[in-house]
């Protein structure tokens, strides 16, 4: 199982980034997915997840209407894009998947190594 998060980096408050997390077809194949965070200091939390099939989404209140999440089977890869970036988005980003196709906002199995984005203000 693996599952490779890219595209953090340091941006401004207010900027966008697209995250990206290539995984195995077998990773991803009929598996909801899911992206989390942790800001320093911090647990771990919920920021957006998928159905397999693309149909179903669920955001966090803190990122919902500023974050968007995708995926392309085609491709076994998932997105966040992230815009209107405020510093408290800055966190470790990780996009993980579930056993199973239902989106949930948690119960993951498979996690992938994070990616870091830092928003300065």
């Known amino acids: 199982v693996q599952l490779q998060a890219s595209g953090g980096g340091l941006v401004q408050a207010g900027d966008s980034l697209r995250l990206s997390c290539a995984g195995s077809?077998?990773?991803?194949?009929?598996?909801?997915m899911g992206w989390f965070r942790q800001a320093p200091g911090k647990e771990r939390e919920f920021v957006a997840a998928?159905?397999?099939?693309?149909?179903?989404?669920y955001y966090s209140d803190s990122v919902k209407g500023r974050f968007t999440i995708s995926r392309d089977n085609a491709k076994n890869t998932l997105y966040l894009q992230m815009n209107n970036l405020r510093p408290e988005d800055t966190a470790v980003y990780y996009c993980a998947a579930r056993s199973g196709s239902i989106a949930a906002k948690n119960d993951y199995r498979y996690w992938g190594q994070g990616t870091l984005v830092t928003v300065s203000s």
């Open positions: 998928i159905s397999y099939r693309g149909e179903t989404t």
């Open positions: 077809k077998r990773t991803l194949s009929n598996n909801a």
